[in-house]
């Protein structure tokens, strides 16, 4: 699976949002400042040219709708962080984390209670 540009996956949470969607709904969830209609129509594109947008033709435009579930985009860059930033262990990566944002043991038995949920 590629990996999306900033702007590219800006446009994907929104239609993983809307589920479909025209250019100008996708235009009018943005915050302001708003991009250009042919700056939003040229990104959609670019992820239909990657894979991860489809469309139907409605009228003389076109409703767009994911094709890569954002589960699956998720895995993907979080796989991706830990190989590149860490070693491929997801260890080191919690304990960057905790180190960082000074997370708490009561934090930390949180989160491993939900990975013991997803375990059983």
């Known amino acids: 699976m590629k990996q999306l540009t900033k ?8 239609l993983w949002q809307l589920k479909r969607a025209n250019v100008k ?4 969830e943005i915050v302001a400042p708003k991009p250009a209609y042919n700056t939003v129509s040229t990104i959609v594109r670019i992820l239909e040219s990657k894979g991860f947008v489809g469309y139907e ?3 003389k435009g076109h ?13 993907q860059s979080i796989n991706k962080l830990v190989d590149n930033y860490f070693q ?11 180190k960082k944002n000074d997370m708490s043991m009561k934090d930390l038995e949180s989160v491993l209670n939900e990975i013991n949920k997803k375990d059983s």
């Open 25 to 28: 709904a996708i235009i009018n």
């Open 7 to 14: 702007a590219e996956e800006d446009i994907m949470q929104i």
């Open 63 to 75: 409703v767009y709708f994911p094709i890569v579930e954002k589960q699956d985009y998720s895995n």
């Open 88 to 98: 491929g262990s997801f260890k080191s990566m919690v304990s960057f984390f905790m």
């Open 57 to 59: 033709k409605q009228g």
